[in-house]
């Protein structure tokens, strides 16, 4: 990265997940200001999620004397007062912001000259046509740096859009960009090419874009970092979900068997086959849920988890459960209570200031929490965990990305001990 600003390149640092991306480019600033005397203002994006943890690394790593960072967010009486005191003082150094912001009040951000733009996440601009990336182009920014754990796509439309928010002056034209690259196939007409052909092209495309990344994996960095096991655990389904199951698959309804012989319609049926093999509870209303052998017998998964969490107790593992449904998520949390585990939740509801204070309880020393109930979209990226050894998938993403992501809570620089993911089928 201290290359790239002493050859005045902008560029994409794609880390593996877990790896220390955000503390890297803090310690880029606070090289920049100790030593080249480059003192900012630097703007740094990042999903709303993940801005607490920005706060929190930075507290940790920067004495606040030295570099003032300010987070810029809240409503929209809080952001004018931020605003104004950002006027009236001029002296600060980083503003941490999220996607909606940098559009919704670009009319005062693109007044400042920012030394530095640097995108956490910042696959999210590989559409060039967004809202995002026409917004950011209209800013005044000396450099730009994107952060990413997410490797690049082997797409040339996507590539482009990374490369001409990099480097607009350079990649300016998408249609020549594709021309350059099929250059060589050209007199092929409309002839769709070959797979060796294609694999020239993507070759190709890896060259243009070295010089402005940089790619490390766990292994190559952190030799000493404990490994990570996966075991895929197979259940089957209650009586009671096999009933529903059959009900979706053959009618598109559920029958309630609450007395008044009323079935509820369903929409979205692939959803609701998922609801079906997580938990018969997320298809009823009012119902006593508080029955500890119940909650357990009626859903397959749920007694997978009644054998395997009293063992990790005893073991004195801590854990980080994901799920895709809130809802199912309330049934955790009854069946947590029911178990007496101490447990802290985060979804999506949760608000942006609580999120800090949440992971600072998990993550204390003699922390009394054994349970981490997370939504996989909410809490999969940003979050430092690895106080926790334990991760327990219990109804995948759509996007394996996402569940990788989630995984890499836990293990990252700074766990000590070998990491375990149960992922339920």
């Known amino acids: 990265m201290l290359s790239l600003f002493n050859n005045n390149l902008n560029g994409i640092l794609a880390d593996e997940m877990g790896l220390g991306k955000t503390i890297q480019t803090i310690s880029l600033i606070a090289y920049l200001k100790e030593t080249k005397g480059v003192c900012g203002p630097h703007l740094i994006v990042a999903p709303k999620a993940v801005l607490p943890n920005w706060i929190n690394e930075f507290s ?16 929209l009486e809080e952001r004018k007062a931020i605003r104004e005191q950002l006027s009236r003082e001029g002296d600060f150094q980083v503003l941490i912001t999220h996607y909606d912001l940098i559009m919704r009040d670009k009319a005062f951000l693109k007044k400042i000259n920012w030394q530095y733009m640097i995108v956490d996440e910042g696959h999210r601009l590989k559409n060039h046509e967004c809202a995002l990336a026409k917004t950011i182009a209209g800013y005044q920014l000396k450099r730009r740096l994107l952060l990413t754990g997410t490797p690049i796509q082997n797409s040339l439309q996507e590539l482009w859009s990374l490369l001409n ?7 300016n034209s998408e249609d020549k960009f594709e021309e350059w690259f099929n250059a060589p196939f050209a007199d092929r007409g409309e002839v769709s090419l070959t797979d060796e052909e294609q694999l020239l092209i993507i070759r190709r495309l890896h060259n243009v874009i070295r010089p402005f990344i940089l790619r490390r994996k766990k292994n190559e960095v952190e030799k000493y970092l404990p490994g990570k096991s996966q075991v895929i655990l197979k259940c089957d389904l209650s009586a009671w979900q096999k009933v529903y199951y059959q009900q979706v698959t053959e009618m598109g309804r559920v029958g309630l068997h609450n007395g008044s012989g009323k079935s509820k319609s369903l929409q979205n049926l692939t959803m609701q086959l998922r609801k079906c093999c997580n938990h018969p509870y997320l298809f009823v209303g009012d119902y006593n849920m508080w029955r500890k052998d119940e909650i357990m017998r009626a859903s397959g998964k749920f007694e997978l988890l009644d054998r395997l969490l009293p063992k990790l ?4 593992h801590r854990v980080l459960l994901f799920s895709q449904m809130t809802r199912l998520m309330d049934i955790l949390e009854i069946y947590l209570q029911l178990h007496d585990y101490k447990y802290l939740r985060l979804d999506g509801s949760t608000k942006t200031e609580e999120r800090g204070t949440l992971l600072k309880k998990f993550n204390a020393p003699d922390s009394p929490y054994f349970m981490f109930l997370l939504s996989t979209r909410a809490g999969g990226l940003g979050l430092n965990l690895q106080t926790a050894d334990t991760v327990i998938i219990f109804d995948s993403d759509w996007n394996p990305q996402m569940d990788q992501q989630a995984e890499d809570r836990a293990h990252r620089i700074g766990q000590k001990k070998e990491v375990r993911v149960f992922r339920f089928g």
């Open 60 to 75: 940790t790593w920067i004495e606040e004397n030295e570099i003032k960072a300010f987070l810029y967010d809240g409503r």
């Open 165 to 171: 928010f990099l480097l607009p002056h350079i990649f």
């Open 313 to 316: 107790h005893a073991t004195d």
